[in-house]
Each structure stands twice: as structure tokens, then as C-alpha cells.
């Protein structure tokens, strides 16, 4: 398997970690990952028999993990460019977006900006295309909307709490302690900042850019899922022309990490089905 970290510095000079791995000549697949977080929540995808055939990029966006934080700049082109910078400076052909959770609002910010002539397709995984609008209370949980006066906090130990009681709500059953702490680490490292303006100070709806894509897209959504209800997941299969739903009655938010190995198929067979 090929592997490396390289940097990708977006069009308004923000750096972005990268990890680059699999089949260089295979069908690239760029891997999204949700606000708070960081690339290595792929590791199941990079480092599974996906990479054999495939090539699989996953980054952090900025803000988080080990991508530049700057003060400001989390608005919707910042995070469509960043996007595009990616697939530029990767020479990516025809790739399928995978993104997660929040993903779903950049990845509807990038179609806005850039359309989806460029792509092969995208997988939606556990995704919001909304947030702050008047039907948000539809798609996002109780349990979410609790934490967030700790998660936008300035108190450390408010801030830690409630990024600890975050990252438990991610799966439907109990992480181990290993998993549990290395999640919370890159939780840690986003600044309170970053989520103020990146993810509290937006009000989107991607609502009208759904119906026109073009492209096929597979969404797939844990039924067990304390953040994002599964709601949602019927709402954009609804609006998308080309979607396949793909519902997991035993996984929470990370279907991708919980149940890997029937992810890493289902993402396989609906890659593999955009060759035709």
C-alpha cells in the first residue's frame, strides 16, 4: 500500500493535512470528515482492502486535526475551495466524495459553488445538508442540542465535559477506552473559535441544490444515530434524483467505523457501480 502525508494549501493559503493512500491508478475517493473532527476517524477506509483497489485520500479540514486554524474563515466558499484546492492540487479525476455528518454541508457548499460535473459521485454518511434553519429541529437530536452551550464554551472544563458526552454520542454502543480517548483528542484540538463561526454562526439549507445533482448517491445512516435522526437520511434520499439508501439498524453516527466491513462493501459495490 502505498501511503503519505503531504500538505495541500488551499487558494486562500490555508495549509491542509492530507493523507494520500491506496491504488494510485484506481478510481480516488476523497473522504470528508464532520465538524469537530479529523481524518484519522477514516482509518477503517484507508487502512482496509478498500485501498487495494482504490485510491483514498482523506483531509483535515481547516480548523481541525492538523490543518491551519485561522482566525476567521469558515463560510461557505472557504470550505468549497478548500475542497476544490484538494482535488486540484491531488490531480483527482473523477472522484466520489464521501462525507460525514457535517461533510453534508460542505460537499452542498462545493456543489453550489463548483456543480458536479467534476465528480463521479457521493456518498453520504449519517450527513446534515441543513443547519440553523427553522426545520433544523427535525434532522438533529435533543441530545446534541443540550451539549451545545459546553461544546461553544470558553470554560475548559465545561468545553472538555461536553466533548466528552459529544463523543459518546456518536455510536450507538460504547467505545473502547483507546478509541474513546483518541477520538477525544482530535475533538480537543478544534478551538472554541472554530466552532462558533464554522458550525454555530451558519444558517444554511442545501435543500435547493439537492434535487439538481446529477450524479449518482449513495446515503447511508445508522438508525440508532444520536445526532443526526434518521429523518434525515429519508429527506435527502427524497430530494436527490440518483440517491440509494442504505439504513444500518445497529449503528449510530459512525456506521462507517462501527460496522466497517459492511460499509466498506456497500462503498465498494456503489463505486464500482459508477464505472457503468
Not at 492538523?66 to 473523477?94: G, I, R
Not at 477520538?183 to 484540538?189: C, D, F, K, R
Not at 438508525?223 to 430530494?239: G, I, Q
Request: net charge negative.
Amino acid at each position: 500500500m502505498n501511503r503519505r502525508e503531504c500538505w495541500v494549501t488551499s487558494s486562500s493559503g490555508v495549509r491542509l493535512a492530507v493523507t494520500d493512500t491506496g491504488n494510485p491508478r484506481g478510481i480516488p475517493m476523497v473522504f470528508v470528515h464532520g465538524f469537530n473532527q479529523a481524518r484519522q476517524c477514516w482509518e477503517r477506509q484507508l487502512s482496509s482492502d478498500l485501498a487495494r483497489d482504490f485510491r483514498c485520500i482523506a483531509f483535515d479540514l481547516r480548523g481541525h486535526g492538523e490543518s491551519d486554524k485561522p482566525d476567521d474563515a469558515y463560510n461557505a466558499e472557504d470550505w468549497a475551495t478548500d475542497l476544490q484546492s484538494v482535488l486540484d492540487q491531488l490531480e483527482l479525476d473523477q472522484p466520489v466524495l464521501v462525507g460525514w455528518s457535517f461533510a453534508g454541508i460542505i460537499i452542498g457548499d462545493y456543489l453550489r459553488h463548483f456543480g458536479d460535473r467534476r465528480l463521479r459521485g457521493i456518498a453520504l454518511v449519517g450527513a446534515v445538508t441543513q443547519e440553523r434553519t427553522e426545520t433544523e429541529e427535525a434532522v438533529t437530536s435533543a441530545d446534541l442540542a443540550m451539549l451545545v452551550p459546553g461544546l461553544l464554551s470558553d470554560d475548559l472544563t465545561e468545553g472538555l465535559i461536553a466533548l466528552s458526552e459529544f463523543v459518546r454520542l456518536l455510536s450507538a454502543e460504547s467505545l473502547q477506552s483507546s478509541t474513546f480517548y483518541q477520538m477525544l483528542g482530535y475533538n480537543v484540538t478544534v478551538p472554541v473559535f472554530v466552532r462558533r463561526q464554522g458550525w454555530a454562526g451558519r444558517a444554511i439549507s442545501h435543500f435547493d441544490v439537492l434535487p439538481t445533482i446529477s450524479k449518482p448517491v449513495l446515503i447511508v445512516h445508522g438508525l440508532k444515530d444520536k445526532v443526526a435522526v434518521p429523518r434525515v437520511a429519508y429527506v435527502n434520499a427524497h430530494l436527490i434524483p440518483r440517491s440509494m439508501l442504505r439504513v444500518y439498524p445497529e449503528s449510530g453516527h459512525m456506521p462507517f467505523w462501527e460496522e466497517a466491513s459492511r460499509f466498506n462493501q456497500d462503498l465498494r459495490e456503489f463505486v464500482r457501480s459508477t464505472e457503468s
